[in-house]
Structure formats: structure tokens, C-alpha cells
Nanobody, 125 residues
Framework: VQLQASGGGSVQAGGSLTLSCTAS????????MGWFRQAPGKEREFVAA?????????RYSDSVKGRFTVSRDNSKNTVYLQMKSLKPEDTATYYC??????????????????WGQGTQVTVSS
């Protein structure tokens, strides 16, 4: 499964961005999907996860809860991460990830088998 993350950019604090994750050659509907981010000099950090196919299980990190929303549109073979009220500390490269398994929480990067290339999000104060 080849994942492509897109939608990153530069915004001011308080702004919004929506990231998208698509796949080539494979339907994502049955995959458990996650979003992670990594800032320079820091470890990769869990952001959000959503189960497949209906997205009944959703989980967020405490740092983004209430500001970010993860969703999926299986008809478009796309998973989204809507980010609002962005803060400078949200600056990072954001990665989408997928697994055909069904992890309990989805916050552990080791649960995922496939990763996208990352998209940069920069939030200025």
C-alpha cells in the first residue's frame, strides 16, 4: 500500500488546515488509519486514529483533542485530518499510516505497516 499525504502548508496561529491521505492501487476502506507527526529533534508522536471501514472507533492525543478531527470518505479512498485552532507547537511533519490489523488503540506507531511520505505543517505565532 502506497500512501500519499497532502494538504500541509504554512498558517498563522489560530488558522486551519485539512490534511488528506490517499492510497494508490489499494482500497483504504478496510484499513485502520492513523496520523502521526514529528517535529525536528523530537520523536514521532501520535495524533489521531480511525478504524475501518465505518470509522466507529476514533482516538485523539490529548494535545489535539477538541481541535483536530479525523474522518474518512471511503468513496474517495481518502482519510482526512481537519486541524483547527492551530498552535505553533503543532508545527511538524505529519504522516498518515495504515494497517490491515485492528489495534486496540492505534496510538502506537508499531501497530502500523504502511506509511506515507509526510506533509509539512508550519504554524507561526
Amino acid at each position: 500500500v502506497q500512501l500519499q499525504a497532502s494538504g500541509g502548508g504554512s498558517v498563522q496561529a489560530g488558522g486551519s488546515l485539512t490534511l488528506s491521505c490517499t492510497a494508490s492501487g489499494r482500497r483504504l476502506s478496510s484499513f485502520f488509519m492513523g496520523w502521526f507527526r514529528q517535529a525536528p529533534g523530537k520523536e514521532r508522536e501520535f495524533v489521531a486514529a480511525i478504524s475501518g471501514p465505518s470509522g466507529t472507533r476514533i482516538r485523539y492525543s490529548d494535545s489535539v483533542k477538541g481541535r483536530f478531527t479525523v474522518s474518512r470518505d471511503n468513496s474517495k479512498n481518502t482519510v482526512y485530518l481537519q486541524m483547527k485552532s492551530l498552535k505553533p507547537e503543532d508545527t511538524a511533519t505529519y504522516y498518515c499510516a495504515a494497517t490491515a490489523r485492528s489495534p486496540l488503540g492505534g496510538s502506537n506507531a508499531l501497530d502500523y505497516d504502511y506509511w506515507g511520505q509526510g506533509t509539512q505543517v508550519t504554524v507561526s505565532s
